[in-house]
């Protein structure tokens, strides 16, 4: 679930933290950089694990800073495939089941990977199992806050770094107001930069031992 990832980058020291230590400055920047930041293709970052390697630190005309390359490594939440988490519903929609490990919100259950039959209850806003019994079936609501086992099934990363103005817009001319964004990508739903997407796990639900008891 948690891996420890090499990385290098050049850390920006302001003037007013010089009289500090530099591992401890260095340290502080760069939880700041990276602390709960998505690195593409790596994974949720949660905190520094150590440095391990200060390379000469140099001020660059017009900037009082100092500019140092470092190695280090990195704590990363990013679970392998097949490995099997606990998390809790976060809310259900017709996607699937959105799943929440507290500090990492991003995972989905698309409606093919839950147990079956499922069916999604309109009114409740909820997904239920209709589990088989010898009493017959009966209704298991998969209620938000209920705790749940899935199995990471595949991952998507998605670059959300900031691009420039797309070109197909018309530019104004002289005198003229340039034209408002189009009213979709006002509306566009943002992406998250790191997905999970799970498939449950047997019995997966809590909600199996509640109706045993």
């Not at 920006?12 to 500090?20: A, C, S």
């Not at 420039?164 to 107001?177: E, F, L, S």
Request: aromatic residues 12%; glycine residues 6%.
């Amino acid at each position: 679930m948690f891996v420890l990832v090499e990385m290098v980058d050049i850390v920006r020291i302001p003037p007013w933290n010089f009289d500090r230590p530099l591992n401890e400055a260095v340290s502080e920047e760069l939880n700041k950089k990276l602390a709960n930041k998505v690195v593409y293709n790596v994974g949720l970052c949660i905190c520094l694990y150590d440095i391990t390697k200060l390379e000469d630190s140099y001020i660059f005309p017009g900037d009082g800073a100092s500019h140092t390359k470092v190695h280090f490594r990195y704590v990363v939440f990013h679970p392998f495939l097949d490995e099997i988490l606990v998390g809790k519903i976060k809310y259900c929609s017709q996607e699937g089941v959105h799943v929440t490990m507290g500090f990492f919100d991003d995972i989905l259950i698309p409606p093919e990977s839950l147990q079956q039959p499922t069916k999604f209850d309109e009114a409740e806003q909820v997904w239920l199992w209709e589990y088989e019994t010898d009493e017959g079936a009966h209704d298991l609501y998969m209620d938000q806050g209920e705790e749940i086992r899935f199995r990471v099934a595949d991952e998507v990363f998605v670059d959300t770094s900031p691009t420039g103005p797309t070109t197909d817009t018309p530019a104004a001319k002289p005198g003229q107001q340039p034209a408002p964004p189009a009213a979709q990508d006002a509306g566009e739903k943002k992406e998250a930069p790191y997905t999970l997407i799970g498939t449950i796990c047997e019995p997966g639900l809590g909600l199996l031992s509640w109706w045993n008891n």
